[in-house]
């Protein structure tokens, strides 16, 4: 079992996404990554928005649990406390591997809201759902369990 923390960080009508070239596959995905052994989810999402995006974040709401088979992935709203988007210093930065089909390259980008239904590659799926209907509807008062298969 893996578990996994992501994080959905919105601004001027904008989400915070990965850009993935990997495998000859080309998707979208939340930033975030795995839960170290000695760190709790919510730290590890703080963690990850750092390496993967250079911007230090605080937690604001926990909005989902997803659960992908065995593996559990947590996603936080977070709010930007300080930084430089782009700058994110992660081994996948460090050690760059595009042309290896487990690395391949990141990209961290801003895509506009309004563009999400046009991309089915945005990943999780559910994930970006949630973040289209929150934006309508306002944010769920408990974070929502999602089972999906895995791809």
């Known amino acids: 079992?893996?578990?996994r923390a992501g994080v959905?960080?919105?601004?001027d009508d904008k989400v915070v996404l990965i850009e993935r070239q990997r495998a000859?596959?080309?998707y979208y995905a939340f930033p975030g990554g795995g839960v170290d052994a000695d760190e709790t989810p919510e730290q590890a999402a703080i963690r990850e928005a750092e390496e993967e995006l250079g911007l230090?974040?605080?937690?604001?709401?926990?909005?989902a649990q997803l659960h992908l088979g065995k593996n559990i992935q947590h996603y936080y709203l977070?709010?930007?406390v300080s930084g430089e988007f782009g700058t994110g210093t992660g081994e996948e930065y460090q050690n760059p591997l595009p042309?290896?089909?487990d690395h391949g390259t990141y990209h961290p980008m801003w895509m506009p809201i309004a563009e999400l239904p046009e991309h089915d590659n945005v990943y999780p799926v559910d994930v970006a759902a949630l973040v289209l209907k929150s934006i309508k509807d306002g944010w769920p008062k408990e974070p929502l369990i999602i089972?999906?298969?895995?791809r």
Request: proline content about 7%.
């Open 99 to 101: 042309d290896h089909p």
């Open 78 to 80: 977070v709010q930007k």
């Open 147 to 150: 089972f999906e298969e895995p």
């Open 56 to 63: 230090q974040v605080v937690i604001k709401l926990k909005l």
């Open 24 to 26: 000859g596959l080309h």
């Open 8 to 11: 959905i960080l919105i601004e």
């Open 1 to 3: 079992m893996r578990t």
